[in-house]
């Protein structure tokens, strides 16, 4: 008989909870669609669900909204991501996001185009969203996989059966977004990001290697992290190179304006308010975080001349999910082109 000595989910999940998360009042109990969660010591009881994110994360938010969206309490377990804290470097937050099944089945990431889709740059092990299903025991990883699985708890209220292709189409479009190039790197024809954004990013990617490296260092030499920690020092160096390049910015700037035009044709097709007809679905959700993002970052530029991505904008900007798991999330800052959506 063999016994099986790898700790639990529910411990890993617990480990990261009261040791990754340095103040207790970033642990909450969010339930009946309360935009304001209810503080949480962390113990008993434990919701089913847990997400592991942060405020201004864009692949956080995409999970935030569809939990709202399909109305499931959670625990909100919120980390900051951002130097000087950067919680997800944590080795107990670590541990358990690479217990999820993507962890195991896709390589590291290795490198940078601006994006952070696992499909063009592999798996970051030191990222968030990570969701535990304390119910079943799983972990899981990645916003696409993460909305896939609250798309079958809920029996498929975010993705309708007979417009699955099409749905999953536009979010891998959403995914593939360089939004992690456009948020750390300036435009070099007119920097319009918050000043807040425009200075908090200032050699943001050398913190954070410089905080991998430290993590990195106190790590037993046999850990099996090592590997993942060093793959994310490749991943933030070729990040740093990437956005100090006026024409990458540029290539990325142009490739997402081209985004948006796209979306704008596919937008005539449909007859409804929404991209699927008939149904507010998980495609809106991903499509409203991303533009809420850009307009945020004054990139709304790109729908000028596109009537119906502005009009669409508009309906996402008022819909539940996307008000009570993004633009109303505690915390976000607030900006002059984005307040006339926050209430105050
Ligand atoms: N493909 C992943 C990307 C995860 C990701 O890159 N998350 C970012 C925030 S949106 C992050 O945690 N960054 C922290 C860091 O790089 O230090 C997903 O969609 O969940």
Redesign the pocket.
């Known amino acids: 008989m063999t016994i099986d000595v790898r700790p639990s989910i529910d411990t890993l999940a617990a480990h990261a909870r009261s040791l990754a998360i340095g103040d207790p009042e970033r642990r909450s109990i969010v339930s009946s669609g309360n935009v304001h969660p209810k503080p949480w010591d962390g113990k008993s009881p434990t919701p089913r669900l847990e997400l592991f994110h942060?405020t201004?994360?864009?692949?956080?938010?995409?999970?935030r909204a569809a939990l709202f969206q399909i109305g499931a309490p959670f625990a909100s377990s919120e980390l900051v991501?951002?130097p000087p804290l950067?919680e997800?470097?944590s080795a107990e937050y670590v541990k358990l996001r690479m217990a999820s099944a993507i962890a195991r089945s896709r390589p590291f990431?290795k490198g940078y185009s601006g994006?952070?889709?696992?499909e063009n740059?592999g798996?970051?092990p030191?990222?968030?969203?990570?969701l535990v299903d304390h119910k079943k025991g799983e972990v899981v990883?990645?916003?696409?996989?993460?909305a896939a699985y609250l798309d079958i708890l809920s029996e498929g209220a975010l993705v309708p059966l007979q417009w699955q292709n099409r749905t999953w189409n536009e979010i891998a479009i959403v995914?593939a977004i360089p939004?992690?190039g456009l948020f750390y790197g300036a435009n070099p024809d007119g920097d319009d990001r918050p000043e807040m954004i425009r200075v908090g990013m200032q050699d943001a990617h050398s913190k954070?290697i410089e905080l991998?490296r430290k993590r990195l260092a106190q790590l037993p030499a046999d850990s099996n992290l090592r590997e993942a920690y060093g793959q994310?020092i490749i991943?933030?160096e070729a990040?740093r190179e990437f956005i100090a390049k006026p024409a990458n910015m540029r290539a990325i700037i142009e490739s997402t304006y081209s985004t948006i035009v796209e979306l704008d044709r596919r937008l005539a097709d449909s007859a409804g308010e929404w991209l699927i007809p008939d149904r507010f679905t998980l495609a809106d959700i991903f499509w409203g975080v991303s533009l809420f993002r850009l307009l945020y970052l004054g990139y709304n530029w790109m729908w000028k001349d596109c009537s119906r991505v502005a009009g669409y904008s508009e309906r996402l900007f008022a819909a539940p999910a996307l008000q009570n798991g993004v633009i109303n999330w505690p915390g976000h800052p607030p900006g002059e082109r984005i307040e006339r959506f926050q209430k105050r």
Request: glycine share 2%; aromatic share 8%; net charge neutral.
């Open positions: 942060f201004m994360s864009i692949c956080s938010q995409k999970i991501i951002m950067s997800n470097y990431v994006s952070s889709s696992v740059e798996f970051d030191l990222a968030v969203p990570t990883a990645d916003s696409r996989v993460i995914d939004h992690a954070k991998v994310k991943k933030e990040g």
